[in-house]
């Protein structure tokens, strides 16, 4: 059974950057090669998709992070990425990746926490 691990995540001030990272651990190529998605849930928040990777590595984003975040993927690594800029305290969730459809179990995410 595949597993997905978060990291990358930490505090940081607003306009700050974080790069996360996810590998899908146990997975072999032919799972990975998917549409992968980040998600974020923040407190009291349902889970939302912010961004998407399809396999041949075309992008899509959620207007709320839109020219300011950049999703990525390492097929060979079975990595995802999720390189975040000018961070903002409304950014403030808890992080996971997941594939768009016949999504996994979800990991323990990673949590990212901007301050004003």
Same mark, same amino acid.
């Given at each position: 059974?595949?597993?997905?691990?978060?990291?990358?995540?930490? +505090?940081?001030?607003?306009?700050?950057? +974080?790069?996360?990272?996810?590998?899908?651990? $146990? !997975?072999? /190529?032919?799972?990975? %090669?998917?549409? @992968?998605? @980040?998600?974020?849930?923040?407190? $009291?928040?349902? =889970?939302?998709?912010?961004?998407?990777?399809?396999?041949?590595? %075309? /992008?899509?984003?959620?207007?709320?992070?839109?020219?300011?975040?950049?999703?990525?993927?390492?097929? =060979?690594?079975?990595?995802?990425?999720?390189? !975040?800029?000018?961070?903002?305290?409304?950014? /403030?969730?808890?992080?996971?990746? %997941? =594939?768009?459809? %016949? =999504? +996994?179990? @979800?990991?323990? $995410?990673?949590?990212? /926490?901007?301050?004003?």
């Amino acid at each position: 059974q595949a597993r997905l691990v978060e990291s990358g995540g930490g +505090l940081v001030q607003a306009g700050g950057s +974080l790069k996360l990272s996810c590998v899908a651990s $146990g !997975m072999i /190529t032919s799972e990975f %090669n998917n549409d @992968w998605g @980040w998600y974020r849930q923040a407190p $009291g928040q349902e =889970r939302e998709l912010v961004a998407t990777i399809t396999v041949r590595g %075309n /992008t899509d984003y959620a207007d709320s992070v839109k020219g300011r975040f950049t999703i990525s993927r390492d097929n =060979r690594r079975k990595k995802v990425y999720f390189e !975040m800029t000018n961070l903002r305290p409304e950014d /403030t969730a808890v992080y996971y990746c %997941n =594939r768009v459809s %016949n =999504r +996994l179990d @979800w990991g323990q $995410g990673t949590q990212v /926490t901007v301050s004003s």
